[in-house]
């Protein structure tokens, strides 16, 4: 648990807050994994260890995630898809309304015309 999911470039943080650390990357810390900020037996955060390497915000954010005693493989997910797996479609609707927040449900069904059009493969 924790062991493939990078806490530096990876986005593992919850929903409720920004998905990435904003402590800047310590040197010699570059590599440090969420494995490594959980106690020896992986059941809780490691919170000394926490507290001196982030700053509030992340502390905050990292012990307000709860610890999943099913012991299971770590997997990063596309949340914005219902089966967790990115797609340019996705991805797109993402940075669209990243920048043009106000677009307004009657654009949204031109786009959707737009997108259900079918061309030829490459």
């Known amino acids: 648990m924790g062991t493939k999911v990078n ?8 929903l409720d807050n920004c998905r990435d650390i904003q402590t800047p990357i310590i040197l010699g810390q570059e ?9 020896h037996d ?12 982030f ?3 992340d502390v905050l954010a ?11 493989d770590d997997e990063l997910i596309w949340h914005y898809k ?3 797996i990115y797609d340019v479609k ?3 609707h993402v940075a669209v309304e990243a920048v043009c927040p106000n677009l ?5 069904g031109e786009w959707r015309k737009l997108w259900n059009l079918k061309f030829p493969r490459k």
Not at 31 to 39: A, E, S
Not at 42 to 53: M, Q
């Open 82 to 84: 219902n089966n967790g």
């Open 31 to 39: 590599t440090l994994m969420v494995r490594d900020l959980l106690g």
């Open 90 to 92: 996705s991805g797109y």
């Open 104 to 108: 307004g449900e009657a654009s949204l």
């Open 42 to 53: 992986g059941s809780v955060w490691d919170e000394s260890k926490i507290f001196t390497i």
């Open 55 to 57: 700053q509030h915000s």
């Open 62 to 72: 990292i012990l307000s995630i709860p610890i999943s005693s099913r012991r299971v």
């Open 7 to 14: 806490v530096w470039p990876d986005a593992w943080l919850s």
